[in-house]
């Protein structure tokens, strides 16, 4: 197989070292090239061995891949997504998909004939699989979710303020960042039937970016809260459902399920790799036609447009 990323972050590291483990356990081998955009074309020791060739973005592309990965920043995931799809039978695009759930896909031109995936890796968590497989959320009236966390501590010996996350025109923000939330909700109970929000920049952080997003979302028979910031000292990642049975805390965190009336807690004691490598073998389940694209550009925009507290 042959798969080329474009931008060689943190989250193209990750998605190359677990793509050579899929490989290595089938047996099978992957060519995986690199597209950057920064001076040079050198790559870090870290995934050195595992890269095949690297080229500057925007130099001629000599062959054709199986996947193209968009791991870039989420400003420039149209302006690739045009440039590259001619390249690829498949593309995965990390999320979010675009910097806004207002863009016109027609003048993308996409071909339907392939197949573009976008990123949701907490769909895969055994905590959201488990509310999926276990729970009737049909008889759960209220849904309580919250990510908080710092953005100083997101990413050790790296300024905050130089991130993509300080600055809008980058496609930072609070709201954007931290789509996950809005991702799963749909994926577990669909889109509400109207939306309140309320996003703006409250603290002393120096960036140009939301930092905290609050949302109100009418589903028929279910309200659901969710609070989204960067500026919690200390990291929650939780959705509490409220049922007349139970009241039921997930957290994604601890990766936990918590019965609080009946007093049960399920651990899964899962590590992030577990479900990224999940989230990658459903990928290629999909190139191989085992599987069905579950998150379309189409499904990523409209999830996009709620983070923007609109249908």
Known sequence: MKVAFVG????AKRHIKNLCHIFESRNDEIQIDVFRSGNGTSVSSDVSDKVTNTYQVGSDICQCYDAIFITNPTSLHWKTLKEFQQYAKAFFIEKPVFASGNIELDSLHLDYQKIYYVACPLRYTSVIQYIKSNIDLKKVYGIQAI???YLPDWR??????NTYSAHKALGGGVAIDLIHEWDYLSYLIGFPLSIQSYIKHVSDLE???DDIAVYIADYGN???ELHLDYIGR???RQLQLLSNEDTIVCDLIDSTIHYLKADQKISFKEVRDEYQLRELEYFLGVLEGTYENQNTIEHACQVLRLTEGKL
């Open 8 to 11: 060689l972050g943190s989250i």
């Open 147 to 149: 990510s908080s966390s």
């Open 156 to 161: 050790p010996g790296v300024d905050y303020r």
């Open 207 to 209: 960036i140009d970016s």
């Open 222 to 224: 279910k309200i659901v």
């Open 234 to 236: 200390k990291p929650i």
